[in-house]
């Protein structure tokens, strides 16, 4: 409903994550299910104590000559001695330093969890939570709607891509990181929460979300006029592929003249299972390119099959297109085999590596970035579509609003449109 108004030796474990976390926590998972069961055994195993011990000289293996350590050690104890609410706790004081010198990077991505919230983060990647269904992630240091999944309490609430989300049932969301809040929005199936969201930078919403559990398939087919083959993924999770070969196997009976590829607010998911679906359009070469520190790059060439090589597609992409949506929409507009049609897309091109440490809390630093094959960085800018559409959606009003006609979805009519050119 939409009313307006340390110590010890790091414990490694590296994790490739998405830079943006899903709320709708099943998908959230899906990417991470194998390795999150591992994680959980070290958080588990890990300790739970913190040790507080003035070591001196005591340095990073890359210690700086501009920082003076004894000055950190000096507020420690004014703030021991001096503060009005005493005793002060050592161990918050540890994990609110260390969450400080996280911040000073200034990356929204790069996150320190304490114990508890490792904990919770980690069993968030099992998929065993329920939600809202949609992702969200930060823009511009905003919580912003990256999109609501088809048919999930979010889009049925009335949530849209873009949507900033200034409070969670009345609390401010300023300066919360992309995991706090979702710690917040995430709950049983059943309850609710109202999400205060800024939409277009002009009208204030309090939308009210009732919690489910969410299941969406990730592949919709259809044909649609003049033998045009319209495929809808809305993320790529682990059950994409097998979904996305079946109906390509019912789509290529058809033999179809042209195809529609709707990838609208795909939040991403697998990075594999976006390599292969984009590698179904490509003869040879590289799909997606990771770029580390020091100009070191890797690339993930194209593999399988080639079953869609020379098919007349367009891509619909809007600002609710991020990550690995965006990995296939900027492989197939750089190799020239199919038009991008649509909206800006969201810009969310980071990687994450997730590292428990020793009293059971974890960093997740940003560890690369991801290019498209011609080198184009996605993070922060996405992809811009060949064919800029100022709007996605009209209506019908001469039909009542429950009508299947009602919406009138102008980014197929466009494709469509540019097919039987």
């Not at 091109?349 to 991801?370: C, H, M, N, R």
């Amino acid at each position: 409903m939409v009313s307006k108004q340390t110590h010890g030796q790091l414990n490694k474990r590296n994790i490739i994550v998405w830079a943006v976390l899903m709320v709708m926590f099943a998908f959230a998972g899906g990417y991470l299910y194998g390795s999150a069961k591992g994680l959980q055994k070290e958080l588990l195993n890990a300790q739970g104590d913190v040790e507080i011990t003035k070591v001196v000289d005591l340095y990073s293996k890359t210690r700086s000559e501009k920082v003076d350590f004894d000055q950190f050690w000096d507020v420690w104890d004014m703030l021991k001695e001096k503060h009005v609410d005493q005793p002060v706790d050592d161990t918050q004081l540890f994990y609110g330093a260390i969450e400080g010198l996280v911040a000073g990077l200034d990356d929204p991505y790069t996150v320190y969890f304490p114990p508890k919230d490792a904990s919770d983060f980690v069993e968030s990647l099992s998929g065993e939570f329920e939600g809202i269904g949609a992702e969200i992630g930060l823009r511009e240091s905003q919580l912003t709607v990256v999109a609501p999944l088809p048919d999930s309490p979010a889009m049925q609430s009335g949530v849209k891509p873009g949507d900033k989300i200034l409070k969670i049932d009345g609390e401010d969301t300023y300066g919360l990181s992309v995991e706090e809040a979702v710690t917040h929005i995430r709950g049983p199936r059943g309850t609710q929460v109202v999400l205060g969201v800024l939409r277009d930078e002009a009208e204030s919403l309090d939308i009210s979300i009732t919690r489910d559990t969410i299941n969406v398939p990730t592949i919709r087919f259809e044909m649609k006029e003049n033998n045009i083959a319209y495929m809808r993924i809305s993320h790529f999770n682990e059950d994409t592929l097998s979904e996305f070969y079946t109906a390509l196997d019912d789509m290529l009976l058809e033999t179809p003249d042209g195809m529609i590829l709707d990838l609208r607010s795909n939040p991403g998911g697998f990075l594999d299972s976006s390599v292969m679906v984009a590698s179904e359009w490509v003869d040879e070469g590289s799909i997606v390119l990771e770029a580390f520190k020091d100009d070191k790059k890797e690339a993930y060439m194209r593999k399988g099959n080639k079953r869609l090589l020379g098919m007349p597609t367009i891509v619909l992409v809007d600002g609710g297109t991020a990550s690995g949506s965006e990995i296939v929409a900027g492989a197939l507009q750089d190799y020239g085999v199919a038009t991008i049609v649509g909206e800006q897309t969201f810009g969310k091109g980071s990687v994450q590596e997730f590292e428990v440490l020793p009293d059971g809390s974890a960093i997740k630093i940003t560890i690369a970035k991801w290019l498209t094959p011609l080198g184009r960085e996605i993070n922060g800018i996405g992809v811009e579509p060949d064919i800029i559409l100022d709007e996605m959606i009209s209506f019908d009003e001469s039909l009542p609003e429950d009508h299947e006609d009602y919406i009138i979805d102008l980014g197929v009519q466009k494709a469509l449109e540019l097919l039987q050119q």
